[in-house]
Every structure is written in structure tokens, then in C-alpha cells.
């Protein structure tokens, strides 16, 4: 909702081209994270780690990422 609202506020044409690229940064970064974490999670189901994330997630708190981490 914020980034919805942060792309309608009024700004001057140079602020609003600098936001704008700032946007697109955040959404290219925010994208590159989630296909990593895509990634990560589809590894963890692999025969190599399965067993092990299946463990380890066995404990509150940890979930793939941080199981895989570990």
C-alpha cells in the first residue's frame, strides 16, 4: 500500500524522475530477493538437504531460509 501511495504524491518533474528510479530499484531488488528465496526453497527439497531442513524446521522459529543458512 505504501509503494501505491509513494508513486502518487505530487512532487516537482526532478524529484519525481529521482523517485521513480528509486522505485524501480526497490522493485528490481525485491524481485531478485524473491527469486533467490524461490531458489533457496526449491534446493532445500532437494535429496542432499531435505532431510536435514525437514529437522531443522522442526524448531520454532526456523524456517527454510534460516534452516538452509544453517
Do not use: W
Request: net charge negative.
Amino acid at each position: 500500500m505504501y509503494m501505491n501511495f509513494i508513486g502518487t504524491v505530487e512532487l516537482p518533474y526532478e524529484d519525481r524522475l529521482m523517485l521513480n528510479r528509486l522505485i524501480g530499484h526497490y522493485n528490481y531488488q525485491n524481485a531478485l530477493v524473491n527469486e533467490l528465496t524461490d531458489d533457496v526453497v526449491k534446493l532445500s527439497q532437494t535429496e542432499r538437504y531435505k532431510e536435514k531442513c525437514a529437522i531443522l524446521c522442526g524448531f520454532r522459529g526456523i524456517q527454510v531460509i534460516t534452516a538452509m543458512t544453517l
